[in-house]
């Protein structure tokens, strides 16, 4: 039975996955969108795209059960065409063809003019720098550059994303105006390795640089930096958050393990020694910095003697941001070499312990914010409140702050100075001054 309610052609993206397929679903979008398609993000749309995720079990779980909810749909009749692109289509595309054959096409992570071609537009190359953006109007990322040189064992990324690239620094820059002339005030910098910035196009770390150029871009007012690597992190970035008030005091900077054993396994070419003096530096250049971090938990070969260490190091190092995962047998990858001999269950229970430690350093780190003031960015009002961070929060992954709706008002959308009156281990709640 086909429905005939839908009249024009609506293509509706989905995304699924990182904040680089955020990026990669809103270029497709901005690209649909000039070829005269109307285009929706995660709304009712007769042609689905779906923007996939293939790094863990869990990740391909999802993008599984999405894939086969909208074949589902198709099948009532409730959409007319299901295309699939992303990171999963282009690590397993032949066996999602033979598995999922309703599918109307499979697409890789750098197919775009051939799924543009397939949904009846034409690649614009004019358009370098143009999207239609998903996040609320206040913050977008910025993806300053694609694939990953790195030999991590554990990670596939490199198989789905491809080596390196970097995108030069006067196409960000006008990116950046773009955003900026659009009402964006804080930009994400986002990559597979952030600090790689610049070796393959400049022949050197540049980084420090770029973010030196961003800051020259009226109306960004953040600029924040998420996937940095620790080792030959470019120390001149450190000068650049001391001294440019737009970059906020603020790094995520993944390092997966500390023990060295676990460490030399998972080829990240660092130890416990280097990374923690690292650390150090970075408390020492800018000391109110907030480091964000994630661990893997469960590795192969990871004694309880490796945990341990893992486990005293959390606790002395006091992140103020920490995320911990469940180490995800991956196919291909250097590691899947290896026996993957933790059990599950050791590993979620690992892992929560890991959590456990992190959350009460939260709760410390935040109860010594009550009372002062913050410039806060407010993203949106939910229920009774309205929802802001500070230059110390990302969106979606750290603290938020809360204003009582009902007593309080702030602005959606723009910069206001709140006071901290309470705080729990992942929130805090205030009022503006
Ligand atoms: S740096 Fe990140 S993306 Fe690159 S291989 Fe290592 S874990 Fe994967």
Same mark, same amino acid.
């Given at each position: ?74 099948? &009532? ?165 001391? &001294? ?25 070419? =660092? ?15 800018v000391p109110d910095m907030a480091i964000r971090t994630t661990l893997i938990v469960g590795y192969p070969g990871e004694t309880e003697e490796d945990f341990l260490v893992l486990k005293d190091w959390v ?28 059990? &599950? ?66 602005? =959606? ?21």
């Open positions: 039975m086909r429905t005939k309610s839908l009249k024009k052609n609506k293509i509706n993206v989905v995304t699924l996955g990182c904040s680089k397929n955020v990026y990669d679903s809103e270029v497709l979008m901005g690209q649909l969108k000039a070829g005269g398609k109307e285009v929706v993000h995660e709304e009712e749309g007769n042609i689905v795209v779906i923007n996939t995720c293939g790094f863990i079990n869990n990740a391909k779980e999802e993008s599984v059960n999405t894939i086969l909810d909208f074949v589902q749909k198709k099948e &009532e009749g409730v959409v007319d065409k299901v295309f699939v692109t992303g990171c999963l289509s282009e690590r397993y595309k032949p066996d999602l063809e033979k598995e999922i054959p309703d599918v109307d096409q499979y697409f890789g992570t750098s197919d775009l003019p051939v799924l543009l071609k397939a949904l009846g537009a034409d690649y614009k190359h004019e358009l370098i720098g143009e999207r239609l953006t998903t996040t609320p109007k206040n913050y977008a990322y910025l993806k300053i550059a694609e694939g990953c040189d790195r030999p991590c064992s554990f990670c596939a990324i490199p198989l789905m994303r491809g080596k390196h690239r970097s995108t030069p620094i006067e196409e960000l820059v006008m990116e950046a105006e773009k955003l900026a002339a659009k009402g964006v005030k804080e930009l994400i910098l986002i990559a597979q390795d952030l600090t790689y910035y610049g070796l393959d196009l400049y022949k050197k770390r540049n980084l420090a640089e770029l973010l030196r150029e961003l800051a020259k871009v009226d109306g960004i007012e953040w600029i924040r930096l998420h996937y940095a690597f620790p080792t030959g992190f470019p120390m001149d970035v450190l000068d650049v958050m001391r &001294e440019e008030p737009k970059i906020c005091n603020y790094i995520d900077i993944p390092l997966q393990h500390i023990s060295d054993p676990i460490l030399k396994s998972m080829r990240r070419g =660092t130890t416990k020694a280097k990374t923690t003096k690292l650390l150090h530096d970075f408390r020492e250049a606790q002395e190092m006091r992140f103020e941001r920490l995320g911990c995962f469940a180490y995800s047998h991956e196919e291909n990858t250097h590691a899947y070499t290896l026996e993957d001999d933790v059990p &599950e269950e050791v590993k979620q229970q690992r892992a929560a312990e890991i959590m456990e430690i992190q959350s009460q350093i939260s709760w410390e780190l935040n109860q010594e914010k009550i009372g002062k003031t913050y410039r806060c960015i407010i993203d949106r009002k939910e229920g009774n409140y309205f929802v802001g961070r500070t230059e110390f929060d990302s969106p979606d992954v750290d603290n938020e702050v809360l204003i009582d709706a009902a007593k309080h008002y702030a602005r =959606t959308g723009e910069f206001t100075d709140i006071k901290i009156t309470e705080a729990s281990d992942f929130d805090l709640y205030g009022e503006p001054v």
